[in-house]
């Protein structure tokens, strides 16, 4: 019986080193990440830069993409429906945890589709006017807005610049 008991052990990890061997390292194969956001952003210079020394370290080519429009939903749409292998990333900023509360319907669930890696930088939004203008705080700015909205334009919702606005014309608490 003690023969058995040795040769299925030895069977056993056989099998388990043969598997071993087998298994490619990750990656095998180059790697695309999608970036929702036309070519020159900070979302894209962070990603390029990022995938080059990612690339050095595996050895293995990362594939930078850019697919702006609807707000990142087209990007993000493609990463969802992609096979879940780690093969197809995506570089997302505020904005793609904002688009379920600005879009009714979306083809993906952003919170369940989704999983974070990391968190790469972080980028405050800064009102600025020139020097001599006449506005000198978020508020008398926004009271401008109103009287002349005309003469006033934002970028599309969906941009975290334009969803953080609304603070700037608040009183603090």
Known sequence: MAG?????????AAIFVAGLASAQPFPAKAVHILVPYPPG?????L???LAEAVSKSWTQSIVVENRPGAGGVIASQAIATSAPDGYNLIMVASGHATNPFLYPKL??????????????????NVLLVRADSPFTSGSASSVRSRSAPR?????????????SGGRSSRPPA
């Open 107 to 124: 083809p993906y669930d952003t919170f369940k589709d989704f999983s974070p890696i990391s968190l790469l930088a972080s980028s405050p």
């Open 47 to 49: 990603t390029r830069t």
């Open 151 to 163: 003469r006033t334009s934002s970028p599309p919702r969906s941009r975290p610049t334009t969803t």
């Open 41 to 45: 952003g900070g979302v894209d210079v």
């Open 4 to 12: 058995w008991v040795w040769r299925t052990a030895i069977a056993a």
